[in-house]
């Protein structure tokens, strides 16, 4: 290869790969594709080159309003058994060279003969072509939460998308709406036809199915928020814990009084919606420690396991009590400490100094909870 091939292949490169917008919904309905094609208006008012290269309307009028004079590329039209089905024009998608290109539907399976085996794939390939992309999915096709939502639903999630596209995506936003207006929406035939109706709600949507699905999506945004946060060029200006959720940490000791301890961090968790973490600190490494310390870590351990909460084993090396769990809880992104009040007889003795006093002088932006005991 010459040169002047050299200097041609190169030309075909692009500077940059486009932007990903990724929009979330926690159900068929809740208006991810209108919320996109609202968008894309928006966009296009304000002087952005948008087309659409796939967008599917369900039968759905408010939805159909919002095409108002997109550009729309064609679809292939490719035959398969005997049936012709439309599948993006990658290629016809690319030689217009948008700015912007709406895509719906991310989680499908494209039919064979298509130039990709999935459309999440299709968007990637544009992507690398320098072009923006606007896309949406609900919430059970994502890799890892594709598991939760099968369990909570009992529907075999077939088509998910890998966490690895997600994490491409420069912003991420959930179309959120309760799990009665959704319903309501069912009922009103907005979502699906009228013969489908009684078989969705007593099924798919039923109001646990939905609450439970809307926690998973606003949860996979909170967590986007947080990476983003811990990632951030700004981060270590940021004082104390950042995030957009709270974590907690339990300080446990001895089995006698962990599940209590543990318990209340585990309510406290549930009701924020947060992660649970349970602390330990031992005088040493645990491969050294006696065997009767390792039966009490062991037990330690299973009481963490009890309410799904992270145990974690510190050894103190020389710092004061205090100082561990603040060390810990920074690097941690703890938000709340729970801790038990000393029996009386002991006054923070067991421990050999007051964590607690230390706590309080030297650690900010954290709350500090004190559990109390009846002697």
Known sequence: MNGEDNNEQASKIPKKTGKLRLFIGAAPGVGKTYTMLREANALRERGVDIVIGYVEFHGRPETASQINGLEIIPCLEIEFQGRVFQEIDVEAVIARKPDVVVVDELAHTNVPGSMH??????????????????????????????????????????????????????????????????????????????????Q?????????NLSGLRELALREVADDVDERLQQSYDRSKIPGPVGAKETILVCVSYPERCDRLVKKGSRMAERMKSELMVLTIMD???????????????ALRTISQKYDARHIVEPRNDRKIGEVIMDVAQRLNITQIVIGQPKASQKWAFWRDNPVKYLLQHMKYVDLRIVGWKE
Do not use: M
């Open 117 to 198: 085996t999935k459309r999440y794939l299709d968007v990637e390939h544009i992507l690398d072509h320098g072009i923006d992309v606007l896309t949406a999915v609900n919430v059970q096709h994502i890799e890892g939460t594709h598991e939760d939502a099968e369990e909570l639903t009992g529907v075999k999630v077939r088509e998910i998308i890998p966490r690895s596209f997600v994490k491409r995506a420069s912003e991420i936003e959930v179309i959120d709406v309760t799990p009665e207006t959704l319903r309501q929406r069912l009922r009103d035939g907005s979502i699906y036809p009228a013969d489908k109706v009684n």
């Open 284 to 298: 040493g490494l645990e491969d050294d420690l006696s065997d009767r310390d390792k039966t009490r870590l062991a």
């Open 200 to 208: 969705a709600l007593n099924n798919f949507f039923r109001l646990t």
